[in-house]
């Protein structure tokens, strides 16, 4: 078969070529711009590679074509300008060469497809053929939407084009699409839109025809039923994101929980903040924060009292959880102990403050003092035996008990001791008289006796001697302690002549009166 008959499909067609050589002389347009004779390097006749290891060049023909025939034209003109023709070496029984440069490409075949013989006038014998055989007329290439050796089966259901090696898309009810171009011919399937239904509805829309709108509250809902299958916008929940969370949750997929609002209802379900405040014990917009340490309740502007531990007030009702400090009491502990009482818990009483004023209620110390027949910071202790009064100062009397002697006023309450009497048994007995309460009376010839023991220590009356005065003087001793007698003589000085009278005398000699010698 004459070559005549065929064309050059690639005349003046897109072409293109990897690592060009620089410079607009060897557009790789250059091949299939139809010129083949004296062909050079220069002169924008040909296609020229940077020398790379690896040198691509194509041509687009724009549709499938048959081809019968490829010539390729190198360069004619043999000067040495720097380009290289290289022999390879022979391989099995063949050899090429290797060359960078390259200035005509010529494609022949039919002009049109589906045609065959002498001149590509004969139609191909196969009605559904595309390309045949350009010599023999054999089917090549089946039209779009058959298959087949002579191309007489339509494509399976489902597919479509040529070769049958394209998918339908989702056409309504699973109708077959075309089996030429795929179109849909009884519409789409909810979720897609175009002539073929393979194209997903836009972002934010769904449904048949793609018609339908996302919920608003969706951040973006797949496109064939709408359901929120990226989520929820924050407040929203549900497969559509058409329900608000509920009570007490918030936020995307209302999987947040609210904090302590003073309405719960008044949790804002986009982010959680609490509109009209905190419930009591809590702050901040979430009302998550417990109020600082030392405050509580609503906006924790109340101030705990005196907690024993000031961490474990109540940040709701300050209650003191772990009690209070001493000195204090109640379930705040902000009240002092009540008058007369001190201490943890409030459980010790005050000692015996002076005039009765209740004592310091943390520590029971008495700041003024201590009451009499008392001593100590806590006026607790009485006074030390022997001791009464204002500051234990004062010395008891003679009490019968020195143990029994008030602290307070001093009172012997058992009694005095011998030789004293009255309440604090400091007076003693009444002259004459001595002993237990003052019972005894002296002895008559006693000149005053010791009050404890009735001793006559202030001596005897004339002729009486002994501790007691009980025993009567010889007439010629002395009355004190006899032991002297009397001389009945009398040393007078009389102008310096000491005289000497014989007389009979009482007492002007003797310590006593000597005993009358009547």
Not at 22 to 27: C, E, I, L, M, N
Request: hydrophobic share 25%; with cysteine.
């Amino acid at each position: 078969m004459s070559t005549r008959a065929y064309i050059n499909i690639a005349l003046h067609k897109p072409a293109y070529q990897l690592h060009p050589y620089q410079g607009a002389q060897y557009h790789a347009s250059n091949a299939v711009d139809g010129l083949k004779s004296d062909l050079s390097v220069f002169g924008d006749e040909c296609v020229e590679s940077v020398g790379e290891q690896i040198a691509i060049w194509w041509v687009n023909l724009t549709s499938i074509q048959s081809i019968h025939h490829i010539t390729i034209y190198f360069r004619t003109k043999n000067s040495d300008s720097g380009f290289r023709l290289f022999e390879a070496d022979s391989f099995l029984g063949f050899s090429f060469y290797a060359s960078n440069n390259l200035c005509e490409v010529e494609v022949y075949g039919c002009s049109r497809s589906g045609y065959f013989g002498q001149n590509c006038s004969i139609p191909c014998p196969d009605i559904n053929c595309q390309n045949c055989h350009l010599e023999t007329g054999n089917c090549q290439m089946c039209k779009p939407g058959f298959k087949g050796q002579r191309c007489e089966l339509a494509c399976d259901r489902g597919y479509f084009g040529t070769a049958c090696n394209k998918t339908c898309g989702h056409c309504a009810e699973l109708e077959q699409c075309s089996s030429i171009n795929g179109s849909c011919l009884t519409g789409c399937d909810a979720g897609f839109l175009g002539e073929t239904c393979d194209t997903p509805c836009p972002p934010g829309f769904f449904g048949q025809n793609c018609s339908d709108e996302c919920n608003k509250t969706c951040k973006g809902c797949e496109h064939v039923k709408g359901l929120c299958t990226s989520g929820c916008h924050p407040g929203w929940k549900g497969e559509y994101c058409q329900e608000e969370c509920d009570i007490r949750s918030f936020g995307a997929d209302c999987i947040g929980t609210c904090g302590h609002c003073l309405d719960v209802q008044q949790c804002s379900r986009i982010n959680g903040t609490c509109l009209t405040g905190c419930d009591a014990g809590f702050q901040g917009d979430f009302c998550k924060t417990p109020c600082d340490k030392g405050s509580y309740g609503l906006k924790c502007r109340a101030t705990c009292g005196h907690c024993e531990d000031v961490a474990q007030c109540s940040n709701t009702n300050g209650t003191c959880l772990t009690g209070c400090k001493v000195g204090y009491q109640g379930d705040f502990c902000k009240r002092p102990c009540d008058d007369g009482t001190y201490g943890k818990g409030c459980n010790e009483t005050c000692g015996n403050c002076r005039y009765t004023m209740p004592c310091l209620y943390t520590n029971g110390t008495c700041t003024i003092g201590c009451d009499v027949g008392y001593q100590g910071a806590l006026c607790k202790t009485p006074c030390n035996k022997g001791r009464y009064g204002l500051g234990c100062k004062e010395m008891c009397g003679h009490c019968h008990d020195m143990d029994q002697c008030l602290n307070v006023n001093g009172t012997c309450a058992t009694g005095c001791g011998p030789g004293y009497r009255g309440d604090l048994c400091k007076t003693p007995c009444q002259h004459g008289y001595f002993g237990e309460e003052c019972a005894e009376r002296c002895m008559e010839t006693c000149d005053g006796c010791n009050n404890v023991n009735g001793l006559c220590d202030s001596g005897c009356l004339s002729g009486w001697f002994g501790y007691f005065c009980n025993k009567a003087c010889s007439r010629e001793f002395i009355g004190n302690d006899s032991s002297e007698k009397c001389n009945n003589t009398l040393d007078i000085w009389n102008s310096g002549k000491l005289q000497t009278l014989a007389v009979h005398v009482y007492n002007e000699i003797c310590s006593r009166q000597c005993c009358d010698e009547m």
